[in-house]
């Protein structure tokens, strides 16, 4: 897929040495890994970016020894590439983005053990096995991923008095719950996602937000663009959205996962968290 972006060739202002170039990446895996990647492109310069689909199985089974989860089989699938093309649209340093079909690529970050390097295992924010496997020195991958990395306009007409936006789905019951409904968080909210799963939201959590009734991850990812804060689930896009806006939100955790180690959160940067 060839990228639009606005011609900048006649501002006065525009530097042809500042453009970005024309290297050639590739990343497969689960969506989240693909948006921590970009900030790595980003900061390598840009270029044309080639994404793996249904690569999760075979690395799964050559890692684990154990075929993939049902939920995993297809992924990524062509409606997580055209969710991906349609989030990098804006990137001037995304030139192109394309189907891997084997070709020979400057950076694969798909070069990385994830089960049996321990270092990468018990020391390492999943995010930081990029810069490893694209040998960026420590301090400055942690400088990469303290930074926004996406720009997504802003969804316009943000209701008065509005901050922040739910979204995701498989809402479990929380006792914080009580505590945000006291302080009339509802007041202040808006939930962005199917009836569905804003039916699902309401009966878990009892909270009373507006519903904007949106489902593709490029729409919901302009309403975090436009809010202060997102507070979401694991499930789906919204979370490594915020991240690559550096946008404050709070996850739901899961019992598997410490913090620390996460992908879905970035401790160093302390404006986002579990609940």
């Not at 024309?22 to 970009?38: A, N, R």
């Not at 040998?135 to 008065?160: E, N």
Request: charged residues 20%.
């Amino acid at each position: 897929m060839k990228l639009e972006h606005p011609d900048h060739t006649s501002n006065p202002l525009f530097s042809p040495e500042h453009a970005y170039g024309d290297k050639t990446f590739k990343i497969s895996g689960k969506p989240i890994e693909v948006i921590q990647s970009l900030a790595y492109i980003k900061a390598l310069g840009g270029g044309h970016l080639y994404i793996g689909l249904k690569l999760i199985p075979p690395k799964i089974l050559y890692y684990q020894g154990q075929p993939a989860t049902p939920e995993w089989t297809d992924r990524l699938s062509q409606e997580d590439y055209d969710v991906i093309c349609s989030l990098v649209q804006n990137q001037k340093w995304i030139k192109s983005v394309n189907v891997w079909a084997g070709e020979l690529v400057d950076h694969d970050m798909d070069k990385i053990d994830y089960t049996t390097d321990m270092d990468n295992r018990f020391n390492m924010h999943p995010m930081d096995r990029f810069g490893k496997a694209l040998k960026i020195h420590w301090t400055q991958w942690q400088r990469i991923r303290m930074q926004s990395w996406l720009d997504i306009p802003a969804m316009p007409g943000r209701p008065m008095g509005k901050g922040i936006v739910f979204a995701g789905s498989g809402w479990e019951p929380r006792d914080v719950y009580q505590s945000w409904i006291k302080q009339n968080i509802g007041a202040v909210s808006v939930f962005v996602g199917s009836k569905q799963d804003y039916a699902d939201f309401k009966a878990v959590t009892k909270i009373q937000a507006s519903h904007i009734e949106a489902e593709h991850p490029a729409e919901i990812a302009q309403w975090i663009s436009g809010m202060n804060q997102l507070i979401t689930t694991p499930n789906g896009w919204a979370v490594g959205i915020a991240q690559a806006l550096n946008k404050p939100f709070m996850v739901q955790s899961t019992p598997e996962l410490q913090q620390w180690n996460s992908p879905y959160t970035l401790p160093e940067r302390g404006n986002n968290g579990v609940f």
